[in-house]
């Protein structure tokens, strides 16, 4: 079983649209698990989609109807005023495609709403997690399931975690082992550890857009441990090798690049693919640590958006943090769901199955500036009137937000303000 990134060319001519991608993914017969439209030209779109090969094994269950399938909200619950904020891993993001650099501002973001849906990428920094108490940690996956009217979030008090870990070198495991006990005595964790022998083969690569991608070989060991113990536990916590090529990984942490370049995260697809397909196929929260074979390449002083890597020596603890309370994923009738979705903040320029979404369900969206290797052009995507909203930063955003809530009307509170239309 393998999980694998494939590249994917269509014409501007067909629409992209919920229902054309799910026809285009059928035909090839796969099951797909994640989804980005890297960019656009005049006459094309460039999509890359994330496959999973389960070689009939039995594991995706027959009823299961995948990433695309959608279900309209009947309108927006207004009893509360929730976000979603949404940073893409591996593209690059000046702010939040790093190590933990989203932290800041999903604690900004929260505080302008009742609940602040996030996923791992926004807050994971090795040791340190540090989101607000009204956020909800929720893998990528399960919010793009949450804004396609899939399922709905079931807030909890606490989970019970199932720790994956690779048997690797005496120290290694010792250290995670430390890493876990760390995580009980000061969170109150309950988490038991597996060591998996047969070890799934994890290589990180670039897409032709640059975005972090990878390929995925030999999971079926990864698959059937979970199988087998995963109904004792409500979260999968993953410290698992991955291959790194070490020129690229050094670069990533060269201090002296210039802070200009635009570096993708070498580590962030491989681990979103990984996370993608256990949830997608168990239905359970999950959220994974690489774990460096051997000593770290890197040393001396980090630039500051890169420093949590160096005050750790698994890089398990944010997962930990993250997953103790991250709620399940329950039916749309059962829990949190689309309908009490506000709106979505996403970096300008990314375009996933979150913004297509989105426009279905009628959630407005604020891009934000936030600089990173997507080319895409929202204005293309057929926004409805007060739909779609630019920010030149997280603070302006905040401020839309608000306004959002308010009910207040963009144009009123900016100037010059137009003369009332009158329709002929």
Known sequence: MRVY???????????????????????????????????????HWFLEIDFLETDDSGLWPEEKHGIFAFRQRDGENTNSFNAVLIIPTGIGCEIGGHEGDGNAVSRLVAS???????????????DYNEMAQ???????????????GQVGLQRVRANRLLTL??????????EIRNAVSTARITLGVDSDIFEMKKLTSCKIGLSKSGRAVGALENMENLFE??????????AIALSTHVER???????????????????????????AMMTHAIVELFNKPSAHAPAPQGDSPHHGVFEPRLAPVSGSIRHIHCVLKGLHRSPRIVSYEEGFNAGDVSCVLI???CVGLPVLACIRQGIPVIAVKNRNIMENHLDELGFEHGKLFRADNYLEAVGIMRMLKEGISLDTVTRPISHTRILK
């Open 112 to 126: 302008a709403c009742d609940t602040l849906i996030l996923h791992p990428n926004v807050v994971n920094a090795t």
């Open 347 to 349: 970096p300008d320029g």
């Open 5 to 43: 990134n494939k590249e994917i060319i269509i014409n501007k001519n067909q629409e992209l649209t919920i229902e054309s991608l799910d026809e285009l993914t059928r035909e090839n017969g796969e099951h797909a698990i994640r989804f980005v439209v890297s960019g656009s030209d005049d006459k």
């Open 245 to 271: 090529d070490t020129d690229w990984y050094r670069e990533y942490f060269n201090p002296d690049r210039a802070y200009e370049d635009v570096v993708v995260n070498p580590t962030g697809g491989i681990e």
């Open 225 to 234: 441990t979970i199988d087998k113990y995963g109904d004792s536990y409500q």
């Open 165 to 174: 870990v690779d048997k690797g070198a005496r120290r290694y495991n010792e």
């Open 134 to 148: 009204n956020a909800l940690y929720v893998e990528g996956s399960t919010v793009t399931r949450l804004l396609m």
